[in-house]
């Protein structure tokens, strides 16, 4: 929808999101991940982080029920499985997640009362044979069901399902391993431990191409690492985790790959900024999340976009603006500005409800500001029909304005999918390609593992204003700017992909 979504995936996330409509649902991790955060507060892990009152009138939101479709695919994958989540995260219904995905349900509901207990129940959620897709409440003994010793991610039922499934899953098994370590290690990013403290850059952004340039301007890096390998809560997670500790270098490039999964969103932002020409060290600058949930808000931090500081030191000052429906209530649940954001600081804040609402009611009012740049982490319009008429409202109006606009997508398919309904609405795509800033945490689609896992914001589509074709006069819109990879037909966009704005 506009200001809603579809999605699983990257860092704080948890929905039980699966993506409708399309041959490969979305990943969608353990829903039990965002009860981490909920966990520590209760066995003591951290300190509780204060909330600033609600508004006295939220905006009326509208749209389908995103991650009611996830349970719904879920459930088609393995009949039951939304059930046991529900049961495991001590809920009666769907509605008592949605509230939990709302923050409106007290740490004490979740019935989580040690750290054992969250990463048990955690995994419990993944326990179904990967084959005949029974739950353990539907075999004769329910603990029968053995995971499979190499990745210790799938289960079965037993040895003739086991051999079945391995011609399939062997392709996969070695990715699915990194997948379940960095499931785990994940809760040191609730903690705070993950990511470790950078530094301002050393490079301009344009030599910064990909992660291995990043990471070499990270001073005493394997120091970092070894600090976050030798702290308290790396060893409360292998002495509750119910697995044995992996050795360090399989935990160096777990750590390694979630700290990028933090920064890709703050990095791709930066990307964004920088294919539009579009200069910090001017003035300031406006961001908006469009479509923004829980994923992008749960737990999410007044400091954790800081990176584009680094990114960008001495920068005028940016607010990037979280809108969506889904938006959780917390630290960044604060007004928009309607001033320039304060000088070298990246400010944070959100609008809960639909992105042309808010346009509306606080753009056009100026109450907010007019963004510099416009940024859709997996927006999903592609889909299903539900979710691009929800959309359709904010595509146009980001078209009609003349926004730059950044989308990202999972996977070359998605791509093609999202190209094609972008071409029909007559949207000037100015180029499209993998993003050099991807997550590089891989993730499986939660209730069919056997499949190549996929990369949070793997391509980036670039948009500004209509097509030329469809504004007399505006074929200047085609050239300049050094952009590369011109308009693609619908055809062509749905066919291969040639890559933009190398």
């Given amino acids: 929808m506009a200001g809603g979504r579809r999605r699983g995936g990257s860092g704080r996330r948890g929905a039980a999101r699966q993506q409708a409509g399309t041959h490969r649902p979305a990943p969608s991790p353990s829903p039990l991940c965002p009860t981490a955060a909920v966990a520590q507060q209760n066995a003591g892990a951290a300190p509780k982080t204060g909330r600033p009152k609600k508004p006295a009138e939220e905006p009326v939101v509208r749209g389908p029920d995103v991650d009611s479709l996830g349970f719904q695919a879920m459930d088609r994958n393995v009949p039951g499985l939304s059930h046991v989540i529900l049961q495991k995260l001590n809920m009666k219904s769907y509605e008592d997640y949605k509230s939990a995905m709302d923050g409106r349900k007290s740490s004490s509901d979740f019935g989580i009362r040690t750290y054992f207990d969250m990463?048990?129940?955690?995994?419990?959620?993944?326990?179904?044979c990967a084959e005949c897709k029974k739950l353990p409440d539907a075999l004769p003994d329910p603990k029968s069901l053995r995971r499979c010793k190499r990745c210790q991610n799938v289960y079965y039922c037993g040895?003739?399902?086991?051999?079945?499934?391995?011609?399939?899953?062997?392709?996969?098994?070695?990715?699915?391993?990194?997948?379940?370590?960095?499931?785990?290690v994940e809760w040191l990013v609730f903690t705070g431990d993950i990511p470790f403290p950078t530094e301002t850059w050393t490079k301009p952004t344009r030599d910064v191409k990909c992660?291995?340039?990043?990471?070499?301007?990270?001073?005493?890096?394997?120091?970092?690492?070894?600090?976050?390998?030798?702290?308290r809560y790396m060893t409360?997670?292998?002495?509750?985790?119910?697995?044995?500790?992996?050795?360090?270098?399989?935990?160096?490039?777990?750590?390694?790959?979630?700290?990028?999964?933090?920064?890709?969103?703050?990095l791709t932002i930066g990307l964004g900024l920088r294919l539009f020409g579009i200069n910090p060290l001017a003035k300031a600058l406006t961001v908006h999340v469009v479509g923004a949930s829980h994923v992008e808000t749960l737990n999410t931090r007044l400091t954790d976009y800081d990176e584009l500081t680094r990114m960008f030191p001495g920068h005028w000052g940016m607010e990037v603006v979280m809108i969506g429906v889904d938006v959780v209530d917390g630290p960044i649940m604060r007004s928009p500005l309607a001033t320039p954001a304060p000088r070298g600081r990246v400010y944070l804040s959100s609008y809960k409800g639909l992105y042309h609402d808010f346009w509306e009611s606080h753009v056009e009012t100026k109450l907010a500001a007019r963004p510099d740049l416009v940024v859709g982490f997996h927006p999903g319009f592609h889909a299903c029909p539900d979710l691009l008429a929800g959309w359709l409202p904010t595509l146009l109006l980001l078209r009609d304005y003349r926004l730059p606009v950044l989308f990202t997508v999972y996977s070359e398919q998605e791509l093609k999918s999202s190209l094609q309904i972008l071409v029909e609405l007559e949207t000037h795509i100015m180029g499209y390609t993998a993003n050099p800033f991807a997550s590089l945490r891989p993730e499986q689609v939660y209730s069919s593992p056997n499949k190549a896992p996929v990369y949070c914001s793997s391509y980036y589509i670039a948009l500004l204003g209509p097509a030329a074709s469809a504004v007399p006069g505006a074929e200047e819109l085609e050239d300049g700017d050094g952009w590369q990879g011109g308009e693609p037909s619908a055809t062509g966009a749905a066919g291969g992909i040639t890559p933009g704005l190398g």
């Fill in 119 to 128: 990463f048990q129940k955690m995994e419990d959620t993944f326990k179904f």
């Fill in 159 to 184: 040895v003739a399902c086991q051999r079945a499934n391995w011609p399939l899953h062997k392709k996969f098994c070695k990715k699915l391993k990194l997948v379940a370590l960095d499931r785990l």
């Fill in 211 to 231: 992660w291995d340039d990043w990471f070499s301007m990270q001073e005493r890096l394997e120091e970092k690492l070894g600090a976050i390998l030798a702290g």
């Fill in 236 to 266: 409360l997670l292998w002495a509750n985790a119910g697995k044995p500790r992996p050795e360090d270098g399989e935990l160096r490039e777990s750590i390694r790959r979630l700290v990028t999964d933090f920064h890709s969103r703050p």
